[in-house]
């Protein structure tokens, strides 16, 4: 280096399921470097493709949703002189040529639940052993070092878990505010045109748009949800099928980290200031504390995650029938109610939580079906997917996870009387129309014929 001369070192930080700026402590630990710094995502094409449940990993609602929080990061960074890089590429690729082209000495990123993406995490510190990669928990409630235990003695209960951090008080930090300065970029390419989402090969997307993605609407759909008061009865109404308001509805945010649970848990705390706390805004509490548990879960467990077995010894008594699995995956079971919270499904990427309960009943215990496919189709088709909570929720209702139960098994008669007495749901998305007993063809009927893998 010639004398005078300094070189300011580089900085990548790498967006995965953190698209947010607000409360994002890996982006404010990068910012507390005198560095060059530039924002990079990823889109793995190969998430577009079928894999060994004759599933895509990434379906075209959520594709779309995240196109559009991609395009609302990018507009949030340019008002700060900054922008997003967006690369249509396997990450590994990516990263690696870009840390030997700008010979980037730090890469900051949100830490991953999922095992996959840990594992690209470790080939990249092989790969690139010079680069060091620094991982910042953003997607949860607390770090791993908030809990009050070491992640490997995680309760094997939800019930335990969640007494062993409110007998300790855990609080939840006060979530961080959205930085002004972004630094100075050494990567320029951005997103080229208005027209990139129709640019990138994937599938299409049609049917009902239920949540458009990006922290802008993710914020405004949580301050909306909580001046209008729906807290307060949320208890009584969150199993309802199909009430947009019944639920809170801020999954699909929070799965690609449009708001963050701080963000969530701070806009509930201020409405209980101002409305009232009681038993239902306790419960929005308690299921984000579900959520929180099945993070660490996933993080804990690993592979097992995806095992059929899951954390248990012997596999369930269950297996693959192609016929019965597309009569689930369409909607043409001979159970009405499952078959509208299917057609539901596909329709608009989005299903009640009891609607996902009572058709993963039916898969495994009336279809005896092996689970992972219907983890699988749901990892396709739903727009919130999460990996943690998508697998680790099909773990607990097929018996082989954080449940010492065993399986869930619903009456799925009684619970159309519960949930649908007048049968307004199952009218509304033709849950009766089609209802097809299984196994009418022989079993031989595979693979599944190519309009079930070709589905828009």
Known sequence: MLAGVYTLSKTLFWFTNDLRLADNPALCQALARQTELSFVYCIDPGLFNAGRYHCRSLGSRRYRFIVEALEDLDARLQSRGQCLNVYYQNPLQVLARLCREHAVDKVFYSVQAGYNENMIIGELRERLPNTDFVGIHTHTLFSQGDLPFPLGELPATFSQFRRQLESRGNSVATPLPAPEFLGNPFIKSGIESRDWRAR???????????????????????????????????????????????????????????????????????????????????????????????????????????????????????????????????????????????KQLNATGYMSNRGRQLVASCLVNELELDWRYGAAYFEEQLVDYDVASNWGNWQYLAGVGADPRGSRQFNLDKQTQTHDPEGDFIRRWGGAETCLEADSMDAVGWPLAPALNDRA
């Not at 009584?236 to 963000?263: E, K, V």
């Not at 009681?278 to 804990?300: G, K, V």
């Not at 596999?315 to 109610?337: A, H, N």
Request: net charge positive.
């Open 200 to 342: 990138i090969p994937g599938p299409s997307a049609s049917g009902e748009t239920l949540f458009n993605g990006g922290e802008t609407r993710g914020l405004r759909h949580l301050t909306e949800y909580f001046q209008h008061g729906y807290a307060q009865t949320y208890k009584a109404t969150r199993n309802a099928l199909d009430d947009p308001t019944a639920s809170t509805r801020f999954s699909p945010w929070l799965a690609q980290g449009c708001i963050s649970p701080r963000r969530v848990v701070s806009h509930l705390r201020r409405h209980e200031q101002d409305q009232g706390a009681n038993e239902s805004t306790y419960w929005i509490y308690f299921e984000l504390l579900w959520r929180e548990y099945f993070q660490w879960y996933a993080r804990c467990h690993g592979r097992k995650l995806f095992r059929f077995q899951g954390l248990r010894e012997h596999k369930p008594l269950t297996s693959f029938y192609p016929e019965r699995f597309r009569q689930w995956c369409e909607g043409s079971t001979r159970f009405p109610v499952v078959n509208a919270c299917m």
